[in-house]
């Protein structure tokens, strides 16, 4: 695949990335995606753990790819006074700093904020529970921040009440989500003449945040009706069909109107139902004609369902795991899946970088590196050339 050099809205923006797992290099990667300059930090050996979680070759996983595309790396021991010069010297030169150690470590390393401030420094700091409070020092990783910050409970099985978690590393990739957007923000404000500065983001606070647009209505209407523990969603069910699954979301009155329709269920003319004000007053009226919908679509196709249901204009879709993407013919049409080729891990399948932007555009970088694969060229790049030979036979670097 011919590389493209990424001119995206961070094009000139250098990002030293100290992050290991998955909730500071995901959001780096998306800062690398839309043009930044990403110099990776790992340690020499194992490097960082991603690279051997789940289906892997290489040393190349795919979680690692995910989380590391576009970015050049540097293995160095950061135990040794060398091995801290040389970040050092690489935060000189950056703009944003991103580290998810545990509070204190950075101190420790003397590569905290105070360390290495600058007026026109951003630095994200990333950890489970933040540097104050309790749990501040307590190890987390996603499950337990899932634990922690009522995801798991909210994934309740509704018979038995045992805790669920998502199938998926939610916490993890929620919090980097939110760090990618909380850098950029910075980021504008620097360029507003309002200097750099410390961001400091917990993965608890992250994830409750993203719990509570949806799911703790009743904790946010202190003095509501109650009629809410969960999610909105919680109840959505996907429809058996001969063939498959699918799923509608009738969230109008038109819409749950046509849904009856298209499964030739009768009764949704009912005054009872025929609003959402009524069906919250007379649930089991509704969701007893939701439950003939369901009974109905177990004599149809997937595909006899769903044309039932556009006809009737009722948002709907067909479930799909990752292997049937690439045959859906909206995701080609639109190119949603970029073919690549890794040098050590082979044949790569990904997801374009999600936000188009119009002027600046995003698109991925080359594939995550091998191990220390740039060591050289950074370390001659911040004048180390003539060191290169003896820092690696101290094993400072690899």
């Given amino acids: 695949m011919e590389r493209v050099p990424i001119d995206g809205p961070l094009a000139g923006v250098r990002v030293v990335d100290l992050s290991a797992a998955a909730t500071g290099p995901y959001a780096v990667a998306l800062l690398a995606d839309q043009g930044a300059d990403v110099i990776k930090v790992e340690r020499p050996g194992i490097g960082d753990i991603s690279r051997w979680i789940g289906t892997a070759t290489g040393g190349i996983s795919a979680l690692y790819q995910m989380c590391n595309r576009g970015k050049r790396c540097v293995a160095v021991d950061l135990r040794t006074d060398e091995g801290r010069e040389i970040v050092r010297a690489l935060i000189a030169e950056a703009d944003i700093v991103v580290q998810n150690w545990r509070p204190g470590v950075a101190e420790r390393l003397g590569l905290g904020y105070a360390d290495v401030r600058r007026d026109d420094l951003v630095y994200c700091s990333i950890s489970g529970f933040g540097a104050e409070g309790p749990y501040a020092g307590k190890g987390a990783y996603d499950t337990v921040i899932q634990a922690y910050s009522g995801i798991a409970e909210n994934q309740k099985d509704p018979e038995t009440g045992r805790p669920r978690f998502s199938n998926q590393a939610l916490a993890d990739k929620v919090t980097a989500l939110t760090a990618a957007q909380a850098i950029t923000a910075a980021l504008f404000a620097r360029e507003r003449g309002r200097g750099g500065q410390h961001l400091e983001l917990s993965m608890l606070d992250a ?38 699954w699918g799923i509608a979301t009738p969230t109008g009155d ?53 044309a039932r249901l556009e006809a009737e204009n009722v948002p709907c879709g067909v479930v799909l795991g990752p292997g049937e993407l690439a045959t859906d013919p909206h995701v080609a049409a639109v190119g949603l899946l970029e073919d690549d080729v890794h040098p050590t891990a082979g044949r790569l399948r990904q997801p374009r970088h999600p936000a188009r932007f119009g002027g600046t555009p995003a698109r991925l970088g080359r594939p995550a590196p091998t191990l220390g694969a740039d060591t050289d060229e950074i370390l001659a790049e911040l004048g180390f050339a003539d060191r290169i030979g003896a820092l690696r036979a101290a094993k400072v670097v690899c």
Wanted: hydrophobic content about 40%; aromatic content about 8%.
């Fill in 207 to 244: 994830v409750i945040s993203f719990l509570w647009v949806d799911s703790a209505g009743n904790d946010v209407l202190r003095d509501g009706d109650g009629s809410q523990p969960g999610s909105f969603v919680a109840d959505v069910r996907p429809y058996a069909f001969l063939d498959g």
């Fill in 254 to 306: 038109a819409d749950f109107a046509g849904m009856c329709r298209a499964f030739g269920v009768e009764g949704y003319d009912d005054p009872r139902v025929a609003t959402i004000a009524e069906r919250r007053r007379h649930r089991e009226l509704g969701h007893a004609l939701v439950t003939r919908c369901h009974e109905a679509a177990t004599k149809l196709t997937v595909a006899e369902g769903i």
